[in-house]
DNA sequence: TTATTAAATAGGAATTATTCTTATTTGTCA
DNA sequence: TGACAAATAAGAATAATTCCTATTTAATAA
């Protein structure tokens, strides 16, 4: 532990200001998931935490990162992780995503479909689609 | 079967105009779906259908509306069904998914980010998190 | 109408993601 | 330092999704 004690200020000083106790895992964890731009899964982490500690957890990465997203240290991708949806209906809507009932509320929302696609999107890729997705408490969830 | 044979004309037809091909699974599960406004699971249809099909496989349900969402019969809200994805970027921004590869792409779009959002969400609901999602192609799939 | 053939299906196994349980270990704080 | 709540490992349990194989069925041509 000698390593860990001198180094990671950085990441103990962050553990610290979310209020979250300080550990060895966390410190990794939050090392590793900031070392990825590219949207790392649970077992990316996990992989990539198991070279400097061997034994740890899926379900401690899995916890963990959950509770930095909890914490504001990162975030989740929206409704990634939970079972596939389906919407029959066919005009065009956006989503509202309550985060504690599962709910999905539909919406229309014409500025929005009117705005302009940035354009990096304009050469190489194809957007086949385009959508608003908000997410948080539904009315029946906020009390 | 007599009653699948006279019944189904608008399910038979939608089914028609798709190319697929039109079975007793494909016509109950089609019209399951339409009576679905909830956005449901493949849990939902399938409990849903086995009311009238009580042989029939959570394997079929599945496929048959993923079939239905290729053939434009509904759709798929973006990213659900696959594992949870973590960002560690604190700014602002959005996601494009590459439906190939699963690689995610972040941009900004400061003219979303100052639309205002429906009057529905104005009261009772808290909205947390307020995200474009575009999905496609990304240039290395696209060839 | 019937035979042919590719596509669709049932059933269950396999895989993968996620959550839970329990016993043990470890920070934190007085 | 000691007590205690929180965090962890390990593996089991659950849930979502995909795969495999033998069988059935719809579409179509004769």
Do not use: W
């Not at 899964?41 to 400097?52: D, F, N, R, S, W």
């Not at 957890?57 to 899995?62: E, G, L």
């Not at 066919?90 to 509202?96: A, P, S």
């Not at 539909?106 to 479909?113: H, I, K, S, V």
């Amino acid at each position: 532990m000698q390593l860990i004690e001198r180094a990671f200020h950085h990441e103990r000083e962050q553990l610290r200001q979310c209020g979250l106790k300080i550990t060895t895992q966390r410190l990794i964890i939050l090392k590793e998931l900031m070392n990825h731009a590219d949207h790392p899964t649970v077992h990316m982490i996990h992989e990539a935490v198991k070279k400097e500690l061997p034994a740890v957890s899926v379900d401690t990465v899995y916890r963990t990162l959950l509770s930095f997203s909890e914490a504001g240290l990162c975030t989740v991708l929206d409704g990634m992780g939970e079972a596939r949806r389906f919407d029959p209906k066919r005009t065009v809507h956006h989503h509202f995503i309550c985060n504690n009932c599962g709910k999905i509320v539909d919406f229309a929302c014409t500025e929005f479909d009117n705005l302009q696609l940035p354009s990096v999107f304009k050469k190489g890729f194809t957007v086949e689609n385009k959508s608003v997705r908000l997410s948080g408490l539904c009315p029946d969830c906020n009390k």
